[in-house]
């Protein structure tokens, strides 16, 4: 059978996080996903990048951004030269206008992997494909100041960075002639090593470093939760079957622990090493707020809305840090997110069903606050996102500014717009009305043959037609018009109430 050893790296380097608005997954090494700074009030379409050349040459199709200290996006770009018809991949930076950066050199693709931006520009990369076992720093410069090898049998993971600049990489390994075990190594910055600590069961693993430099390391395989000191002594070890299978750490406020599984999230307090308490109908597509809400989506009910059309209807929750529920808002897929900035707006990349053309999704980017919708925006008037399309991120930056991919490659920038004027450009203010449609009252569309001319007037409950139902509508879904589903217990609230 095959057998995976971990060994996890803890490399004491010269320099820091970049002290930027988004300088790695899930934000910072708290994984919180989230952030202090705020979003737009009204949004506005600021700019959007398709190509990576003035002349349209080059086709390009984005990840999604990571922010640095002076405001620039970094991001993997796959590129189509249409004259030559050639594609590559580089990593590269773009101001806050969208245009290249000339001062931060590209790095090539045979350093792919996930990146984690420093001080200075500097950006520090685990490698995927054949270079999954080894580990880069490149300067702005795009030169490598530090690269750490292992094994060709071992496979890094995203790199987490301490308080102090200390780097730390999963990197698993398969041997099928060993039994499972890991060690945890801790390297000085001469490389000479401080420390090391084994453990076994080296599967769903994740690291969160708390601001005091706390280790709090995750391994969901064996069901257990570390807490080791920057020195290297284990504090202490909880293992517990509710956090079997678990593969997503986030620390939250008052030494909360969050534990994401498929099925829940399991909350621990790390002072008494006790289970709090457990949301049954969480998942780790979590964040915590600056206030430690938690914030999480779940599909609470399947739909058909036509023979080759299904839809799922979601629920963004609120649970406070003592496991209150605050509110509740429904979604329609809940595509991404939820993302949460300073003011306590939470961002969700959503879609729902439009029948033109047939059995597409149009995308919108929604925001929500206290449980009432802030904004929507998105549409086919604002020039984005085109039917079938899925938003990636969004990443908060400085001056209340919004980033995000879709799946189509495009890149955008929403700023703050005009609050009296609507928000947007060519249009785009129409996409902040709103029509709700809502069956509170329990009425759930589980037919699958629909009327001609009507998108879908659904069958109540005891079997008679419910009209104006949730789907009850004849014009396709546009920049001025939105709907807001809620599926029963649900709320739902029109545009700035």
């Known amino acids: 059978m095959n057998v995976s050893a971990t060994a996890v790296l803890v490399l004491a380097l010269a320099g820091q996080l970049a ?24 949004p506005r379409l600021e700019w959007t990048r398709e190509y990576l050349d003035d002349q349209k040459l080059v086709r390009a199709s984005w990840d999604a951004p990571l922010i640095g200290e002076d405001g620039g996006l970094f991001s993997w770009v796959e590129t189509y030269n249409k004259i030559e018809s050639r594609s590559e991949q580089r990593f590269v930076k773009l101001d806050r206008n969208g245009k290249i950066d000339e001062g931060f050199k590209e790095i090539p693709s045979e350093y792919m992997g996930t990146p ?76 000479q090593l401080a420390w090391k600590y084994p453990f076994e069961s080296p599967f769903y693993l994740d690291l969160a470093i708390d601001p005091d430099g706390t280790i709090f390391f995750l391994q969901g395989g064996a069901g257990e939760l ?12 909880l293992a517990d079957e509710r956090l079997r299978m678990g593969y997503r750490l986030a620390i939250g406020l008052n030494g909360l622990l969050y534990v994401g599984r498929d099925d829940g999230i399991v909350v621990v307090r790390s002072v008494n090493r006790r289970i709090e308490w457990v949301v049954p109908e969480g998942n780790p597509q979590f964040s915590i707020g600056v206030d ?78 206290n449980g009432k919708l802030k904004w929507v925006f998105g549409g086919n008037a604002c020039g984005w996102p085109a039917p079938g399309d899925r938003v990636y991120g969004p990443m908060i930056g400085r001056d209340r500014s919004i980033y ?94």
């Not at 963004?316 to 707006?345: E, M, Q, R, Y």
């Not at 902040?432 to 001609?452: I, K, M, Q």
């Open 19 to 42: 002290d930027g608005p988004w300088p790695t997954d899930w934000h910072d090494s708290r994984n919180s996903n989230a952030t202090d700074l705020p979003g737009p009030t009204v």
């Open 116 to 191: 984690v931006l420093l001080d200075a520009d500097r950006v520090l990369i685990c490698g995927v494909w054949d270079r999954h076992n080894e580990i880069w720093l490149f300067n702005s410069a795009g030169e490598i100041v530090w690269s750490f090898e292992m094994d060709e049998d071992y496979h890094c993971t995203p790199p987490k960075v301490g308080p102090g600049g200390e780097i730390y990489v999963f990197f698993n390994r398969y041997r099928p002639e060993e039994a499972a075990s890991g060690t945890l190594f801790a390297f000085k910055s001469d490389r």
């Open 226 to 237: 570390h807490a080791i000191d920057p020195d290297g002594t284990v504090r202490w070890r």
């Open 292 to 369: 430690g809400t938690l914030y999480y989506i779940k599909v609470v009910e399947n739909l058909y809305v036509s023979p080759h059309l299904y839809e799922q209807v979601s629920k963004l929750t609120a649970v406070g840090a003592d496991g209150s529920v605050k509110w509740d808002f429904c979604v329609s897929n809940g595509l991404s997110g939820p993302i949460v900035d300073g003011d306590g707006t939470v961002y969700v990349g959503d879609d729902f069903p439009n029948r033109v053309p047939l059995d597409s999704h149009w995308v919108f980017l929604r925001a929500v606050k």
């Open 404 to 497: 995000f991919t879709t799946d189509q490659g495009r890149l955008y920038a929403l700023g703050e717009g005009d609050p009296d004027g609507g928000g947007g450009a060519g249009g785009c203010e129409e996409s902040l009305s709103c029509e709700v449609f809502n069956f509170d009252a329990g009425v759930a569309v589980t037919d699958t043959s629909w009327p001609d001319g009507a998108f879908g007037d659904g069958p109540a409950p005891d079997g008679g037609v419910a009209e104006g139902g949730p789907w009850d509508r004849s014009m396709p879904p546009d920049a001025a018009s939105d709907v807001v589903i809620s599926a029963p217990g649900c709320g739902c609230a029109q545009v700035g109430t």
